[in-house]
């Protein structure tokens, strides 16, 4: 793919996924046009300050939930990466018509101004909570996935194809847990929900990577997985607070003690690559099932968990992760 001669909108601009995406295309991928889409006036304005002042940047302001706004930001784009979203799960919980009109409405607007303006590819980024939701999030993101594969039927001779990329918690974005230990540890207690609770984890560099080459390589109706490490919370709050004591609080509610990537039942039509799982569209889509020429077929009965991970990262490398969020902490201090 010639990036150079493409036009990219990214909804959800000025979050942590949105920021990292922008810096990774600017530095190494030169966009023709790179149109931020956001709601918040401030936070584009920060962005600005930032340094986010590129003379191929647009800032457009606008919400998912407005279908004509959208339809008019699309206009001329090539390539649209969908990554607005509320993702708090408490705050889902507690305002469940706000999570239902922005994760699930606001991608049934993408997409529909997707087609209107012959797009060429849309990645929407997806979250291990939607694999057996326990909470309103997790739900929102399911049926938004769904939404993304089966609309690349409604695409007939426009070419416009969807994917989804699937992953787990990212090292410092928006309500990550890194920052929360960070600020306890200065009372020499740390809390945590339960000691055996694994996350997935990878950095928002390695997301943003992620998507791209997904991109890149996208048949349409898709979604990726990769293939990341786990870890367990106990052992992230003790590398960040060492010689601390650790309070269990009790699991939370619509939290789980492990995640899922891939489910068994995804699994039978899951092809393993390299570097990441592909879970190939349902039958009655007509592309994105040539995988299976690439890549191998799961085991019966395979399911790709946070707790069942053959990766699993060492105390050196959870050190790695949350060494820049400790800087970032000091400087603040």
């Known amino acids: 793919m010639n990036w150079h001669e493409k036009v990219v909108l990214i909804t959800g601009g000025t979050g942590s996924f949105g920021k990292k995406f922008v810096e990774v295309m600017l530095r190494e991928v030169h966009p023709a046009k790179l149109i931020i889409f956001s709601r918040d006036e401030l936070k584009q304005h920060e962005m600005r300050a930032a340094g986010f002042d590129d003379p191929s940047l647009r800032y457009f302001i ?4 407005d279908e004509g706004r959208l339809r008019r930001a699309m206009n001329g784009v090539h390539i649209v990466v969908h990554a607005a979203a509320l993702k708090q799960v408490p705050a889902c919980e507690y305002n469940p018509n706000e999570a239902i009109l922005t994760n699930i409405i606001g991608g049934r607007n993408v997409i529909e101004a997707a087609l209107d303006n012959s797009v060429e590819r849309v990645m929407a980024l997806s979250t291990d909570k939607a694999v057996n939701p326990v909470n309103l999030y997790g739900a929102t993101k399911l049926a938004a996935e769904k939404l993304f594969v089966q609309s690349n039927a409604y695409a007939g ?5 969807f994917a989804c990329v699937r992953y787990g918690n990212v ?8 920052p929360v230990f960070l600020q306890q540890r200065d009372s020499g207690t740390v809390t ?5 609770m694994t996350r997935f984890w990878l950095s928002l560099e390695q997301g943003v990577r ?3 080459g997904c991109i890149e390589q996208m048949q349409g109706g898709e979604v990726f997985v990769p293939k990341i490490p786990s870890m367990k919370v106990v052992d992230l709050a003790r590398a960040i607070a060492p010689g601390c004591t650790i309070q269990r609080i009790g699991i939370r509610p619509g939290e789980k003690l492990h995640e899922v990537l891939v489910s068994e039942d995804e699994a039978r039509h899951t092809i393993e690559m390299p570097d990441r799982y592909v879970v190939q ?3 009655d889509l007509w592309f994105g099932h040539s995988w299976s020429q690439q890549g191998k077929p799961l085991a019966e009965g395979f399911t790709y968990a946070s707790d069942n991970n053959t990766r699993w990262l060492s105390p050196e490398e959870i050190g790695e992760f949350i060494r820049p969020f400790e800087a970032q902490a000091a400087k603040g201090a």
């Open 171 to 178: 090292v410092g974005s928006r309500g990550s847990v890194v």
């Open 157 to 161: 001779g426009k070419g416009t194809r």
């Open 281 to 283: 569209p349902p039958e």
């Open 210 to 212: 992620f998507t791209v």
């Open 62 to 65: 606008g919400d998912v939930r």
């Open 192 to 196: 945590i929900t339960d000691e055996r």
